[in-house]
């Protein structure tokens, strides 16, 4: 049966919580998805359909059977932004995309010590960050409750319980970088299918040190590595922002083949511990989810780790569409921008040199707004072409963009297909904000000028501080959407 449950975990499976030391093998492993679906049945009144979200940054063996359960319990997991409730300039906003997601039904999360140490310190960030979920979920949850229930002896009808292959899996959204974001939705069948052919990824040791909040994260990693029957131990660990240096330690002596990383800083952050302390993982493939930096080019040459993958796919694909890996064998051409095709499991055409993929399984037709060229195997991403129109006109983002660069990015245009209005945010600097009328009416010029009416203007701006509206590394524009149109 295509579905996620633990029937797809390799029999070989062998968890090591690198916390404590703890071993788990898949009896093991069971044992504990069978208290979770417990858990969650009688504490929170699960039913097939229910949407739960994994608020867990601490990462272990119990994080992975958590989310078996709520796999088995035809649970919809809900992928959803880390810091979904801002204050900006005294504003409350919520991220808009978060709030397609809500409500929820659980919420299952870390509880916060009063201790102050700095990984109390982190826990204290992640409870305000998720402080809009807690109020907008029916069940709320600490993970603390699961370890303080008594549990019945027999299990077994529990334990029976799995989904069927069309039920719902996970809901996320598209990312809204130039439009309004989506609702994604997927379904056991598909992750199945997915998760089986990225599994052959996958060998030796793997590192699991992320939360699964990236759409593309659970088929492009989690799933597949607990798949794969090379893969010989799977670490559990946690990667907290204040705290990369003990997460080196603790990884340091292992023989890695796989980790992840969201985040191209975190990449930096953690090889400049590893180069300070000399501290090398010669097997060590590192995924990320973002173009490989030409930075990280002397780890691969002084043998910190063997090869730096870039992921390329999307929250409504899935993926991997394609790849794009660095190692000593291509490292004097790579080219960061140049990928290949993983295999045919998406059926992929570029058609007036946008990429379409007819969805497996589905057998959806999706449109995406990446430009390539194609020279033999090899994929260039010549970037985005966005088709937005406000107004009835057309939007051209790279005339869009020009500007901003005249501005050295610190201003930001943006369009808004709901309120059908364009939106100009200006970092907060001294040398612009002395003449934001002037900026205004500058642009509003250029864009009369180019598209030869007055039909197109800017219709808000407003000046604030960018990194405000970061989500992770990158700034988040549906926030920024959200933002104009409740306070500007």
């Not at 009369?448 to 039909?455: I, K, N, V």
């Amino acid at each position: 049966m295509g579905v996620i449950s633990r029937d797809i975990i390799s029999e070989n499976f062998l968890g090591i919580n690198l916390g404590g030391g703890a071993k788990f093998n898949k009896t093991q492993l069971e044992l504990r998805i069978d208290k979770w679906k417990y858990f969650l049945a009688h504490r929170c009144d699960a039913k097939k359909g229910d949407k739960i979200l994994i608020g867990i940054i601490d990462i272990s063996v119990d994080f992975v059977a958590l989310c078996f359960a709520a796999f088995e319990l035809s649970l919809v997991i809900v992928i959803a932004d880390e810091d979904p409730l801002r204050s900006i300039s005294n504003k409350k906003i919520v991220n808009p995309k978060m709030a397609e997601l809500m409500p929820l039904n659980i919420l299952i999360r870390q509880p916060v010590s009063t201790d102050n140490d700095e990984l109390d310190t982190d826990l204290a960030k992640y409870s305000n960050k998720i402080a809009y979920y807690t109020q907008n979920t029916k069940f709320d949850i600490s993970i603390e409750e699961f370890y303080s229930t008594c549990f019945p002896e027999d299990l077994s009808a529990i334990s029976a319980i799995r989904p069927d292959e069309d039920d719902l899996f996970m809901i996320t959204t598209s990312s809204g970088t130039t439009g309004t974001a989506k609702v994604v939705k997927h379904t056991h069948k598909f992750f199945n299918e997915l998760c089986k052919r990225n599994s052959k990824e996958f060998s030796g040791g793997v590192v699991h040190s992320r939360n699964i909040h990236h759409g593309s994260s659970l088929t492009v990693f989690y799933l597949p590595s607990l798949m794969s029957d090379a893969v010989t131990t799977h670490y559990f660990t946690s990667c907290h922002p204040n705290l990369y240096e003990h997460f080196v330690k603790q990884i340091a002596g292992i023989d890695i083949n796989h980790i992840s990383f969201p985040y191209v800083k975190i990449l930096r952050d953690v090889m400049t511990i590893c180069e300070q302390q000399r501290i090398k993982f010669p097997n060590l493939r590192v995924s990320l989810l973002s173009y490989v930096p030409e930075f990280s080019k002397k780890y691969i040459r002084e043998l910190y780790v063997k090869e730096i993958q870039s992921i390329f796919g999307s929250n409504e694909t899935a993926g991997p569409l394609f790849l794009s890996t660095m190692s000593m064998d291509n490292i004097d051409n790579f080219d960061s921008r140049s990928f290949s095709k993983v295999d045919d499991f998406y059926d992929m055409q570029i058609e007036d040199d946008v990429l379409t993929v007819t969805m497996p399984v589905y057998g959806t037709k999706i449109k995406t707004n990446d430009v390539f060229t194609v020279d033999g195997e090899q994929y260039t991403h010549q970037g985005r072409s966005d088709l937005v129109r406000i107004n009835d006109i057309t939007i051209d983002f790279n005339f869009f963009n020009t500007i901003c660069n005249e501005y050295n990015d610190q201003i930001m245009l943006l369009t808004d297909t709901v309120e059908n209005k364009i939106y100009l945010l200006i970092d907060k600097n001294p040398a612009l904000s002395t003449n934001i009328d002037g900026i205004v009416e500058h642009i509003n010029t250029r864009i009369r000028l180019y598209y030869s009416t007055h039909r197109l203007q800017i219709d808000k701006y407003a000046v604030e501080d960018f990194s405000a509206f970061l989500s992770g590394v990158k700034i988040d524009r549906e926030l920024i959407r959200g933002y104009f149109r409740q306070y500007v």
